[in-house]
């Protein structure tokens, strides 16, 4: 499907950049993956659609691959990491593919795809490092310049580098002009570190963006980068995290840590984006409601828009009900309030009330604990969680 690219007004005001996003998660799998497993389903023969398929995957891949196999006629079986979201493998399993979770992570995976997929005598669908999948993958980018024929520069998450070698090749052929960016987390720097030399795996981390967390950047597809890439941004977790919850809240849409790696870039780079028009994929959505929450409640506190504080009052009738009047004189919204009496820190006459409030910013924080300790109150503020 060529999914929409659109102008974010908010997001440019915020970047300082023109940035139009291409909304990939709207895909039926929710990420760009379908494109390239598409392309190279429609290119096996009689005998191999027969036989059946096997692929590796933490998700995204997984499905797109179990989807147009199923739309197809053509047996699937996908291999899946230890640790992927529990979401992706049970959308990968609806799609009729059988999966098999073994692995601890994307490499050992991989390795187990391999051997499967010879010993049943399946076509192996690697994820990125295959020149058909390239090839599907680089149809966005085509689309993109289809849709902002002035763009100067493409911004676009790094995994195994299937993606973005796509769309280099499309962009190049076009425009070669054109600026073309990768971004990898800094937990999994796998492009980045293959074209400084170093072939080492990249250590197992955390990450949100696991759609990203290749320990090792493909053969083909680093040769591609090499060629055909301007540079490469590591991006921090915290900027990730952001990305996501800022698509959340003004573009109204779920987005996937790996899926928002580009926002994060720009976010974490103003400088290397100010004044450009800027086009960057959201990649995929397909990311676990707990995680998505999280995020977002994250990013209340770091904005400052959730606090906490303690505050003692004397244990008598009205003084919770004094205090929460004045917050809500303050326009402080309550969140949540426990009262402690058995503290040892205070006077048996006392107690603690432990506070959060939702707020409209950390100024705002400020004044409302002003306005407290102008009615006597004495609150000390902590940490959230």
Request: charged content about 20%; overall charge negative; proline content about 5%.
């Given at each position: 499907?060529?999914?929409?690219?659109?102008?974010?007004?908010?997001?440019?005001?915020?970047?300082?950049?023109?940035?139009?996003?291409?909304?990939?998660?709207?895909?039926?799998?929710?990420?760009?993956?379908?494109?390239?497993?598409?392309?190279?389903?429609?290119?096996?023969?009689?005998?191999?659609?027969?036989?059946?398929?096997?692929?590796?995957?933490?998700?995204?891949?997984?499905?797109?691959?179990?989807?147009?196999?199923?739309?197809?006629?053509?047996?699937?079986?996908?291999?899946?990491?230890?640790?992927?979201?529990?979401?992706?493998?049970?959308?990968?399993?609806?799609?009729?593919?059988?999966?098999?979770?073994?692995?601890?992570?994307?490499?050992?995976?991989?390795?187990?795809?391999?051997?499967?997929?010879?010993?049943?005598?399946?076509?192996?669908?690697?994820?990125?490092?295959?020149?058909?999948?390239?090839?599907?993958?680089?149809?966005?980018?085509?689309?993109?310049?289809?849709?902002?024929?002035?763009?100067?520069?493409?911004?676009?998450?790094?995994?195994?580098?299937?993606?973005?070698?796509?769309?280099?090749?499309?962009?190049?052929?076009?425009?070669?002009?054109?600026?073309?960016?990768?971004?990898?987390?800094?937990?999994?720097?796998?492009?980045?570190?293959?074209?400084?030399?170093?072939?080492?795996?990249?250590?197992?981390?955390?990450?949100?963006?696991?759609?990203?967390?290749?320990?090792?950047?493909?053969?083909?597809?680093?040769?591609?980068?090499?060629?055909?890439?301007?540079?490469?941004?590591?991006?921090?977790?915290?900027?990730?995290?952001?990305?996501?919850?800022?698509?959340?809240?003004?573009?109204?849409?779920?987005?996937?840590?790996?899926?928002?790696?580009?926002?994060?870039?720009?976010?974490?780079?103003?400088?290397?984006?100010?004044?450009?028009?800027?086009?960057?994929?959201?990649?995929?959505?397909?990311?676990?409601?707990?995680?998505?929450?999280?995020?977002?409640?994250?990013?209340?506190?770091?904005?400052?828009?959730?606090?906490?504080?303690?505050?003692?009052?004397?244990?008598?009738p009205g003084a919770l009900s004094t205090l929460t009047g004045l917050l809500g004189e303050g326009g402080a919204n309550i969140v949540d309030v426990a009262h402690d009496r058995l503290s040892l820190t205070f006077n048996p006459k006392r107690a603690v009330l432990d506070v959060v409030i939702e707020l409209q910013d950390r100024a705002h924080g400020e004044q409302v604990l002003e306005l407290l300790r102008c009615h006597g109150f004495a609150p000390v503020p902590r940490a959230v969680g």
């Amino acid at each position: 499907m060529n999914t929409p690219c659109v102008l974010s007004q908010t997001l440019s005001a915020i970047t300082g950049c023109e940035l139009y996003l291409k909304f990939e998660n709207l895909q039926f799998t929710a990420s760009f993956k379908e494109r390239g497993a598409l392309n190279r389903l429609l290119l096996l023969d009689e005998d191999q659609r027969r036989a059946g398929v096997c692929a590796m995957s933490a998700g995204n891949h997984a499905q797109g691959v179990a989807y147009h196999a199923r739309r197809l006629g053509i047996p699937a079986t996908i291999v899946m990491p230890n640790g992927t979201p529990l979401i992706k493998i049970n959308r990968t399993r609806d799609h009729g593919a059988e999966v098999i979770v073994a692995g601890a992570n994307l490499n050992e995976a991989l390795a187990i795809a391999r051997i499967s997929a010879g010993d049943a005598g399946l076509t192996f669908v690697h994820p990125y490092d295959d020149p058909a999948v390239i090839a599907g993958q680089g149809t966005i980018g085509l689309e993109m310049l289809g849709s902002v024929p002035r763009a100067d520069t493409i911004v676009v998450p790094i995994g195994g580098g299937g993606l973005i070698s796509g769309i280099a090749i499309a962009v190049r052929a076009i425009r070669p002009d054109v600026r073309i960016i990768g971004v990898q987390s800094e937990t999994y720097p796998s492009m980045a570190r293959a074209l400084a030399g170093d072939e080492d795996p990249c250590p197992d981390g955390l990450t949100i963006a696991e759609g990203i967390a290749v320990k090792q950047a493909g053969v083909l597809t680093r040769e591609i980068v090499r060629q055909y890439v301007d540079d490469i941004l590591l991006v921090e977790e915290d900027s990730i995290e952001r990305a996501v919850a800022l698509l959340l809240s003004v573009e109204k849409t779920v987005v996937e840590g790996a899926g928002a790696a580009g926002l994060a870039a720009i976010l974490q780079y103003p400088d290397v984006f100010a004044g450009r028009t800027v086009v960057a994929p959201l990649t995929g959505g397909n990311i676990d409601l707990r995680v998505l929450s999280s995020v977002a409640m994250r990013e209340l506190v770091r904005s400052g828009r959730l606090q906490r504080f303690e505050v003692p009052v004397s244990d008598q009738p009205g003084a919770l009900s004094t205090l929460t009047g004045l917050l809500g004189e303050g326009g402080a919204n309550i969140v949540d309030v426990a009262h402690d009496r058995l503290s040892l820190t205070f006077n048996p006459k006392r107690a603690v009330l432990d506070v959060v409030i939702e707020l409209q910013d950390r100024a705002h924080g400020e004044q409302v604990l002003e306005l407290l300790r102008c009615h006597g109150f004495a609150p000390v503020p902590r940490a959230v969680g």
